[in-house]
Nanobody, 121 residues
Framework: QVQLVESGGGLVQAGGSLRLSCAAS????????MGWYRQAPGKQREMVAR???????NYEDSVKGRFTISRDNAKNTVILQMSSLKPEDTAVYYC???????????????WGQGTQVTVSS
């Protein structure tokens, strides 16, 4: 199995910063894309940022210039650095990893348990 453990959520005032971290562990053969999604109350889950195995990134339009995604392949970790936070960034943030397991030829998508980010005005 592949486990994802997230950390770094919390409560912050508008304009502040938070850093989310997600570490993948288990019987991992290789990791492809890694990313962060979020879901606000009453809304659908949306992609926030993704990073490929080669380091290419893409961001949801509203976070461009404010959020930065990075990964440490040696530690199977993906980081989301969030700055200039706005109340509309309030949501549960989920780590997402596409990975293959040892002994299995296919890649699967895995999700973290979610971490709450609340931005007060």
């Amino acid at each position: 199995q592949v486990q994802l453990v997230e950390s770094g959520g919390g409560l912050v005032q508008a304009g502040g910063s938070l850093r989310l971290s997600c570490a993948a562990s288990g019987s991992i053969s290789s990791i492809d894309a890694m990313g962060w999604y979020r879901q606000a109350p009453g809304k659908q889950r949306e992609m926030v940022a993704r990073i490929s195995s080669g380091g290419s990134t893409n961001y949801e339009d509203s976070v461009k210039g404010r959020f930065t995604i990075s990964r440490d392949n040696a530690k199977n970790t993906v980081i989301l650095q969030m700055s200039s936070l706005k109340p509309e960034d309030t949501a549960v943030y989920y780590c997402n990893v596409v990975a293959s397991r040892l002994g299995f030829p296919y890649k699967y998508e895995y999700w973290g348990q979610g971490t709450q980010v609340t931005v007060s005005s």
